[in-house]
C-alpha cells in the first residue's frame, strides 16, 4: 500500500513521522513524507532516499483579526492544491499527520479523497491546529493518555511517542564519548534546546560556569547556530571538557554518551531521554501552544524522573546547584535514572503503523 506522513514544521513532528515511515517501509509500503520549507526539515531527511519527499508552503495561524490572515488562507489553498495533486499522483492509501497546521491540508486532502485520516497528539495538551485535525480524522493517536480527555468525542487510542530506528539501541559508553573527544570519569552533561536549540538554556549555561569551575563535569552541547562560537569559547575559559555544535545528527551517540541532560519538553525529546534512561532538568519552552511542555514535563516529574525548572526561574548560580545535586548524589542518579525509563513507551512506531494498517484492511 501507499501512505502520506505529514509530518514538518519541527523535529517534535518530523522525526516521529519518519519513525513510522521506516516501520511501513520495512514492511513492504511506498511512504511519501510531506515536509514544510524549513531549515530544520531538509536537514533532517538529507540523504532519506527511502521516502519520497516533497515540500509544503509553510503556514502558521496567525490572530483572527490579522491581516496576516489573509496570506495565511492563501498559503493554505496553496498547500491544499499541492496535497491534491500530489495525491492524484500517488493514490495513498491512508494519511497520517504528525501535528501543527502543516499536517491540515494533507489530511483535509486525505478526506477529499475518501481516504482513512488520522493525526498523531505526542504532548499532553493539544494545540489549536490538532484540536481542529482531530475533527477531520478516523482517529487520534496519542503519546500521552492524559491528552484524551481534552478531545472528548474524539476516537483516541493511546500509542505512545514515536522513536526512529537509530535510537532504537545505546551505543557503548566509552566508544560514544570519544566522539566527542571525551572520556571516562567525569559525569557527562547532554544539553539540548530541541530541533534548532533554545537560547534560554544557553544563557543560563553561560551564567552557570562560575559556579560549575573544578566540577566532575564535561558537557555535550547541542546550541543552535546564533550561540556556538560563544558557548565553545565560554567552556575553554572555565576549564570545563565540551563539546558545542549547533546541531547533531547522531542523537543515539549523544544520549548514549551523557548521565543526565538539560532539555526542553517537548514530547519527542521526552520519549528519547526515557528511551535511554537519561535523568533530567526540564526547562519548558515558554512560548509553546497552551503551554503544553509545563504539562508533559510535569507527568515527568511526578513520575520523579526529571526535575523540573520554569526558564523564567532560572539564574546562573540555581541552575549550577540544580546540576551538582545531580552529580553529588550517584544513588539519585541510578533511582531517577530507572524512574525515566520506566516511562518509555514500548514500540509506539509498530502500534502507530498496525493502527493505521488495520483501519485500511477493515474500513469502518
Given at each position: 500500500m501507499r501512505f502520506v506522513i505529514a509530518a514538518g514544521g519541527t523535529g517534535g513532528h518530523l522525526f516521529p513521522g519518519l519513525a513510522v515511515g521506516e516501520v511501513l517501509k520495512d514492511r513492504g509500503h511506498e511512504v511519501m513524507v510531506l515536509i514544510s520549507e524549513k531549515e530544520i526539515d531538509s536537514l533532517a531527511t538529507q540523504g532519506r532516499t527511502e521516502f519520497r519527499i516533497e515540500r509544503l508552503p509553510g503556514i502558521g495561524l496567525p490572530r483572527l483579526f490579522s491581516p496576516a490572515v489573509f496570506g495565511?488562507?492563501?498559503?493554505?489553498?496553496?498547500?491544499?492544491?499541492?496535497?491534491?495533486?500530489?495525491?492524484?499522483?500517488?493514490?495513498?492509501?491512508?494519511?497520517?499527520?504528525?501535528?501543527?497546521?502543516?499536517?491540515?491540508?494533507?489530511?483535509l486532502a486525505g478526506r477529499l479523497f475518501k481516504i482513512p485520516t488520522f493525526v498523531h497528539e505526542s504532548n499532553a495538551i493539544p494545540g489549536k491546529a490538532n484540536r481542529l485535525n482531530a475533527r477531520l480524522v478516523d482517529a487520534v493517536l496519542l503519546g500521552f493518555e492524559e491528552c484524551a480527555r481534552r478531545l472528548p468525542g474524539r476516537s483516541c487510542i493511546v500509542t505512545g511517542t514515536p522513536i526512529r530506528?537509530?535510537?532504537?539501541?545505546?551505543?557503548d559508553k566509552a566508544e560514544a564519548l570519544a566522539a566527542f573527544g571525551l572520556e571516562p570519569g567525569r559525569r557527562t552533561l547532554l544539553v539540548m534546546g530541541g530541533s534548532q536549540g533554545a537560547q534560554g538554556i544557553n544563557r543560563a549555561l553561560l551564567g552557570a560556569l562560575e559556579w560549575l569551575k573544578g566540577a566532575p563535569i564535561q558537557i555535550i552541547h547541542l546550541s543552535g547556530r546564533q550561540d556556538e562560537e560563544t558557548l565553545r569559547a565560554a567552556y575553554a575559559a572555565a576549564g570545563i571538557p565540551a563539546f558545542v555544535a549547533?546541531?547533531?545528527h547522531q542523537m543515539e551517540v549523544a544520549?548514549?554518551?551523557?548521565?543526565?541532560?538539560?532539555?526542553?519538553?517537548?514530547?519527542?525529546?521526552?520519549?528519547?531521554?526515557?528511551?535511554?534512561?537519561?535523568?533530567?532538568?526540564?526547562?519548558?519552552?515558554?512560548?509553546?501552544a497552551e503551554d503544553h511542555q509545563t504539562f508533559n514535563a510535569k507527568i515527568f516529574e511526578r513520575a520523579e524522573a526529571a526535575a523540573l525548572l520554569k526558564e523564567s526561574e532560572i539564574t546562573g548560580e540555581l541552575l549550577a546547584r540544580k546540576l551538582l545535586w545531580f552529580v553529588e548524589d550517584p544513588t539519585r542518579l541510578q533511582t531517577m535514572s530507572a524512574r525515566s525509563a520506566a516511562q518509555a513507551p514500548r514500540e509506539a512506531a509498530q502500534r502507530v503503523a498496525e493502527t493505521i494498517l488495520g483501519r485500511c484492511q477493515s474500513p469502518g
Open positions: 495565511f488562507l492563501r498559503r493554505f489553498r496553496s498547500g491544499l492544491k499541492q496535497c491534491r495533486a500530489l495525491y492524484e499522483n500517488f493514490r495513498p492509501d491512508a494519511v497520517l499527520g504528525m501535528g501543527g497546521f502543516t499536517s491540515t491540508a494533507p489530511i530506528a537509530s535510537l532504537m539501541h545505546r551505543q549547533a546541531f547533531w544520549y548514549s554518551a551523557a548521565d543526565f541532560c538539560i532539555a526542553r519538553s517537548g514530547a519527542a525529546s521526552l520519549t528519547e531521554l526515557s528511551h535511554f534512561a537519561l535523568p533530567s532538568l526540564l526547562v519548558p519552552y515558554p512560548f509553546a
